[in-house]
Protein backbone atom coordinates (compact mmCIF):
# COMPACT_ATOMS: atom_id res chain seq x y z
CA UNK A 1 0.00 0.00 0.00
CA UNK A 2 1.37 3.20 -0.98
CA UNK A 3 0.99 6.16 1.32
CA UNK A 4 1.48 9.93 1.68
CA UNK A 5 0.94 11.06 5.17
CA UNK A 6 0.77 15.03 6.25
CA UNK A 7 0.28 16.63 9.49
CA UNK A 8 -3.79 17.22 9.15
CA UNK A 9 -3.14 19.95 11.42
CA UNK A 10 -4.64 22.68 11.67
CA UNK A 11 -1.33 24.73 10.99
CA UNK A 12 -1.97 28.38 12.24
CA UNK A 13 0.47 31.02 10.92
CA UNK A 14 0.15 35.13 11.22
CA UNK A 15 0.11 37.07 7.81
CA UNK A 16 3.37 38.12 6.78
CA UNK A 17 4.81 34.76 8.08
CA UNK A 18 6.62 31.90 6.30
CA UNK A 19 4.17 28.56 6.44
CA UNK A 20 5.85 24.97 6.10
CA UNK A 21 4.12 22.64 4.69
CA UNK A 22 5.45 18.84 4.95
CA UNK A 23 4.68 15.49 3.41
CA UNK A 24 6.09 11.36 3.43
CA UNK A 25 5.83 9.14 1.58
CA UNK A 26 6.73 5.35 1.72
CA UNK A 27 7.02 4.31 -1.95
CA UNK A 28 10.57 4.85 -3.29
CA UNK A 29 9.92 4.44 -6.69
CA UNK A 30 7.65 7.44 -6.42
CA UNK A 31 8.86 9.57 -9.37
CA UNK A 32 6.86 13.08 -9.37
CA UNK A 33 5.67 14.87 -6.59
CA UNK A 34 2.66 17.80 -6.53
CA UNK A 35 1.44 20.47 -4.33
CA UNK A 36 -2.64 21.16 -4.65
CA UNK A 37 -4.28 24.03 -2.80
CA UNK A 38 -8.09 23.19 -2.11
CA UNK A 39 -10.18 25.83 -0.64
CA UNK A 40 -13.42 24.96 1.39
CA UNK A 41 -15.96 23.60 -0.71
CA UNK A 42 -13.67 23.75 -3.85
CA UNK A 43 -11.68 21.42 -6.43
CA UNK A 44 -7.72 20.81 -5.94
CA UNK A 45 -5.81 23.48 -7.73
CA UNK A 46 -2.35 22.56 -8.92
CA UNK A 47 0.30 24.52 -7.09
CA UNK A 48 3.50 23.32 -8.14
CA UNK A 49 5.47 20.00 -8.99
CA UNK A 50 9.17 18.93 -8.66
CA UNK A 51 10.71 15.65 -9.92
CA UNK A 52 14.25 16.57 -9.02
CA UNK A 53 16.15 16.85 -5.71
CA UNK A 54 16.12 20.87 -4.12
CA UNK A 55 14.19 23.30 -4.37
CA UNK A 56 12.15 25.06 -6.89
CA UNK A 57 10.78 28.07 -6.77
CA UNK A 58 7.60 29.91 -7.83
CA UNK A 59 6.91 32.73 -6.66
CA UNK A 60 6.45 32.91 -3.01
CA UNK A 61 6.05 29.04 -2.94
CA UNK A 62 9.13 27.20 -2.99
CA UNK A 63 8.96 23.15 -3.05
CA UNK A 64 11.86 21.08 -1.84
CA UNK A 65 12.35 17.53 -2.25
CA UNK A 66 14.44 14.86 -0.75
CA UNK A 67 13.99 11.46 -1.98
CA UNK A 68 16.95 9.70 0.28
CA UNK A 69 14.70 10.96 3.16
CA UNK A 70 11.31 10.38 1.08
CA UNK A 71 10.34 14.05 2.02
CA UNK A 72 8.83 16.51 0.37
CA UNK A 73 7.91 20.00 1.38
CA UNK A 74 6.07 23.36 0.45
CA UNK A 75 6.99 26.98 1.39
CA UNK A 76 4.44 29.47 1.63
CA UNK A 77 6.54 32.78 2.02
CA UNK A 78 4.83 36.28 2.80
CA UNK A 79 1.55 34.73 3.50
CA UNK A 80 -1.45 36.06 3.13
CA UNK A 81 -5.22 35.00 4.68
CA UNK A 82 -5.69 34.44 1.19
CA UNK A 83 -3.71 31.32 1.64
CA UNK A 84 -5.65 29.71 4.46
CA UNK A 85 -7.20 26.17 2.35
CA UNK A 86 -5.95 22.60 2.39
CA UNK A 87 -2.74 21.93 0.92
CA UNK A 88 -2.95 18.26 -0.87
CA UNK A 89 0.71 16.45 -1.19
CA UNK A 90 0.50 14.00 -4.18
CA UNK A 91 2.86 11.60 -5.67
CA UNK A 92 3.00 9.37 -8.43
CA UNK A 93 5.37 6.41 -9.61
CA UNK A 94 7.44 5.86 -12.73
CA UNK A 95 5.05 3.68 -15.06
CA UNK A 96 1.92 3.98 -12.25
CA UNK A 97 -1.60 4.98 -13.35
CA UNK A 98 -2.66 6.80 -10.29
CA UNK A 99 -1.97 9.34 -8.32
CA UNK A 100 -1.80 8.99 -4.56
CA UNK A 101 -3.26 11.88 -2.20
CA UNK A 102 -2.34 12.47 1.07
CA UNK A 103 -5.15 13.73 3.76
CA UNK A 104 -4.28 17.11 3.36
CA UNK A 105 -2.75 19.85 5.93
CA UNK A 106 -5.11 22.79 7.01
CA UNK A 107 -3.63 26.14 7.26
CA UNK A 108 -4.86 29.25 8.13
CA UNK A 109 -3.05 32.43 8.07
CA UNK A 110 -4.09 35.07 10.32
CA UNK A 111 -4.81 38.65 9.63
CA UNK B 1 -10.20 27.62 -15.16
CA UNK B 2 -8.45 24.34 -15.76
CA UNK B 3 -10.14 23.15 -19.04
CA UNK B 4 -12.34 20.16 -16.80
CA UNK B 5 -15.86 20.85 -16.60
CA UNK B 6 -18.29 18.85 -14.51
CA UNK B 7 -22.38 18.72 -14.49
CA UNK B 8 -23.90 19.22 -12.98
CA UNK B 9 -22.49 20.99 -10.14
CA UNK B 10 -24.82 20.04 -7.24
CA UNK B 11 -27.38 16.97 -7.16
CA UNK B 12 -30.07 15.85 -4.83
CA UNK B 13 -31.52 12.52 -5.21
CA UNK B 14 -33.24 10.08 -4.07
CA UNK B 15 -31.96 6.35 -2.99
CA UNK B 16 -34.14 5.06 -6.17
CA UNK B 17 -33.15 7.50 -8.50
CA UNK B 18 -30.81 6.92 -11.47
CA UNK B 19 -28.83 9.62 -12.67
CA UNK B 20 -25.74 10.51 -14.07
CA UNK B 21 -22.76 12.94 -13.46
CA UNK B 22 -20.44 14.56 -16.47
CA UNK B 23 -17.07 15.29 -17.17
CA UNK B 24 -15.40 16.78 -20.35
CA UNK B 25 -11.97 18.06 -20.78
CA UNK B 26 -10.96 20.18 -23.34
CA UNK B 27 -7.21 19.57 -22.90
CA UNK B 28 -6.10 16.80 -25.18
CA UNK B 29 -5.80 14.78 -22.20
CA UNK B 30 -5.94 11.17 -22.57
CA UNK B 31 -6.34 9.49 -18.68
CA UNK B 32 -9.63 10.48 -17.13
CA UNK B 33 -10.22 10.08 -13.49
CA UNK B 34 -13.03 9.81 -11.09
CA UNK B 35 -12.27 10.64 -7.54
CA UNK B 36 -14.94 10.37 -4.45
CA UNK B 37 -13.95 13.10 -1.38
CA UNK B 38 -16.28 12.61 2.30
CA UNK B 39 -15.89 15.49 4.32
CA UNK B 40 -12.52 15.22 6.54
CA UNK B 41 -11.47 12.41 4.24
CA UNK B 42 -8.92 11.83 2.03
CA UNK B 43 -9.62 11.68 -1.98
CA UNK B 44 -10.86 8.12 -2.38
CA UNK B 45 -9.88 7.38 -6.41
CA UNK B 46 -12.95 5.18 -7.68
CA UNK B 47 -11.89 4.59 -11.53
CA UNK B 48 -9.09 5.26 -14.32
CA UNK B 49 -9.50 5.33 -17.78
CA UNK B 50 -6.78 5.42 -20.92
CA UNK B 51 -7.92 6.20 -24.13
CA UNK B 52 -11.15 4.96 -22.95
CA UNK B 53 -10.27 1.85 -21.62
CA UNK B 54 -11.08 1.48 -17.75
CA UNK B 55 -7.56 0.58 -16.26
CA UNK B 56 -8.04 0.84 -12.28
CA UNK B 57 -11.16 0.26 -10.42
CA UNK B 58 -10.87 0.46 -6.88
CA UNK B 59 -13.22 -2.09 -5.43
CA UNK B 60 -16.48 0.66 -6.03
CA UNK B 61 -19.82 -0.72 -5.31
CA UNK B 62 -21.63 -1.61 -8.71
CA UNK B 63 -24.48 1.20 -8.18
CA UNK B 64 -21.68 3.35 -9.83
CA UNK B 65 -20.83 3.07 -13.15
CA UNK B 66 -18.38 4.75 -15.33
CA UNK B 67 -18.30 5.32 -19.03
CA UNK B 68 -15.83 6.81 -21.28
CA UNK B 69 -17.22 7.03 -24.63
CA UNK B 70 -14.46 8.99 -25.97
CA UNK B 71 -10.94 10.82 -24.25
CA UNK B 72 -12.82 13.63 -23.91
CA UNK B 73 -15.42 12.82 -21.89
CA UNK B 74 -16.19 10.71 -19.13
CA UNK B 75 -19.85 9.65 -17.06
CA UNK B 76 -20.34 8.40 -13.76
CA UNK B 77 -23.86 6.74 -13.64
CA UNK B 78 -25.54 6.55 -10.03
CA UNK B 79 -28.47 4.22 -9.32
CA UNK B 80 -29.61 2.93 -6.17
CA UNK B 81 -27.43 4.95 -4.47
CA UNK B 82 -26.86 5.30 -0.15
CA UNK B 83 -27.10 8.19 2.20
CA UNK B 84 -23.30 7.31 3.26
CA UNK B 85 -22.53 7.98 -1.03
CA UNK B 86 -23.19 11.64 -0.72
CA UNK B 87 -19.67 13.63 -0.79
CA UNK B 88 -17.97 16.05 -3.78
CA UNK B 89 -17.34 13.81 -7.10
CA UNK B 90 -14.21 15.29 -9.07
CA UNK B 91 -13.39 14.26 -12.00
CA UNK B 92 -9.65 15.14 -13.14
CA UNK B 93 -7.66 14.13 -16.32
CA UNK B 94 -3.76 13.98 -17.05
CA UNK B 95 -1.88 13.46 -20.33
CA UNK B 96 -0.95 10.27 -19.94
CA UNK B 97 -1.17 7.73 -17.23
CA UNK B 98 0.37 9.11 -14.21
CA UNK B 99 3.34 7.49 -14.94
CA UNK B 100 5.10 9.64 -16.93
CA UNK B 101 7.85 12.64 -15.12
CA UNK B 102 6.20 15.66 -14.66
CA UNK B 103 2.50 15.01 -15.88
CA UNK B 104 0.17 16.66 -14.08
CA UNK B 105 -3.71 15.99 -13.18
CA UNK B 106 -6.14 18.75 -13.38
CA UNK B 107 -9.62 18.76 -11.41
CA UNK B 108 -13.09 19.55 -11.98
CA UNK B 109 -15.22 21.83 -10.33
CA UNK B 110 -16.67 18.71 -9.18
CA UNK B 111 -20.58 17.52 -8.08
CA UNK B 112 -22.07 17.88 -4.94
CA UNK B 113 -23.99 15.25 -4.49
CA UNK B 114 -26.57 14.51 -1.63
CA UNK B 115 -28.49 11.03 -1.43
CA UNK B 116 -31.96 11.48 0.73
Known amino acids: QKEVEQNSGPLSVPEGAIASLNCTYSDRGSQSFFWYRQYSGKSPELIMF????GDKEDGRFTAQLNKASQYVSLLIRDSQPSDSATYLCAVNEAGGNQFYFGTGTSLTVIP | ETGVTQTPRHLVMGMTNKKSLKCEQHLGHNAMYWYKQSAKKPLELMFV???????ENNSVPSRFSPECPNSSHLFLHLHTLQPEDSALYLC???????????????FGPGTRLTVL
Open chain 2, 92 to 106: ASSRTLAGILGDTQY
Open chain 2, 49 to 55: YSLEERV
Open chain 1, 50 to 53: IYSN
